[in-house]
């Protein structure tokens, strides 16, 4: 019953409803050679306009250092990556609802627990965990599950400084991710919309893997509330529903952890959700995918979302059909 309902909003909310009717105009002028350009024009104006400036005006986060694992591409604006965003705790669905919904959401004081099997467990005030680490930019791609992507300018951390200070005993596998429950600051925890918390966990290697990074910031400002402030995780190789937002807990375990979503429609989510343009998501292709504000598949989606040469290696021997 759960998992009908979320998936029923799910495919109505996948596009805003100004877009949505300007793409139903579009086509009825009936145009298809207009595609290209006029779609991209289109997806502008339904957006809100032609503002270039970058950031969203938030705090500046200090001392970032660029990395050469950042892509070459040019990231997308601010204003699209922070208005087509997924939150549950916010609102369902794909879209403008996280941004709408979050405009009181406060992200400090903040906690965060580390436990399980580590020698250094602890609670952490934000500031205090990120401070023995510097803060990188890190220009990654973005691809969602439901097949649009970004190109997105995070700063963080790598997770692996996070790991090697936790100092994980040896029988740790895997480290789960979970988000914040609280009521008052996240509207739709007092629905059944989804479990809660809100869990991802990644195998130790992966997570150990230079890549994957603790997001704090966007565009050099720490991150506004509908991108997973003030901390969440970035994975880039991997669907984005990996990506756990709003973090409060991390800990270290031996068994492999049950995600949320997989938790919710295990047939359509697993745990590894590596980015395939080969295997279909039951009820879509994932071979393309629409780097916003396209309305179209402009885009051919890579394996590993493109990270395969920094990546496959991880899952040397395995079935992707079977973990996916
Ligand atoms: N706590 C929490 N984390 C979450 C989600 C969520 O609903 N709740 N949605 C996930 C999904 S499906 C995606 S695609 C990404 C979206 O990240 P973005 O909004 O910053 O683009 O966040 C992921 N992290
Ligand atoms: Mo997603």
Known sequence: MLIKKAADIRSSEITPKNVYLRRREFIQAGSAALA??????????????????????????????????????????????????????????????????SGKFKATPWTIEVDGLCNKPGKYQLEDFIKP??????????????????????????LSEFIKRAEPQGKAAYLEMTTLVDRARFPMQSTDLLEWPYKEGLRLDEANHPLTILAVGLYGEVLPAQNGAPIRLVVPWKYGFKGVKSIVRMRFVEKQPINTWQAMARNEYGFYANV?????????????????????????????????????????????????
């Not at 591409?73 to 549950?88: D, G, H, K, R, V």
């Not at 990188?136 to 951390?157: H, L, N, Q, T």
């Not at 039951?282 to 920094?310: C, V």
């Open 133 to 158: 680490f510097t803060l990188e930019e890190r220009i990654y791609r973005f691809r969602c599950v439901e097949a649009w992507s970004f190109v997105i300018p995070w700063v963080g951390i790598p």
């Open 36 to 101: 290209g350009a006029g779609i991209v024009a289109a997806g502008w104006n339904a957006w809100g306009g032609d503002a270039l400036a970058q950031g969203g005006g938030l705090p500046k986060l200090p001392n970032i250092k660029k990395s050469p694992l950042s892509t070459s591409e040019a990231p997308s604006e601010y204003q699209y990556i922070t208005s087509y965003n997924n939150f549950y705790e916010f609102a369902p669905g794909a879209g403008d609802g996280p941004k709408k919904n």
């Open 276 to 324: 395939n343009p080969m295997v279909d998501h039951p009820r879509w292709s994932q071979a393309r995918e629409k780097r916003l504000p396209s309305f179209i598949a402009n885009h051919r989606t890579e394996m590993f979302n493109g990270y395969a040469d920094q990546v496959q290696s991880l899952y040397a021997g395995m079935d992707l059909r079977r973990n996916f």
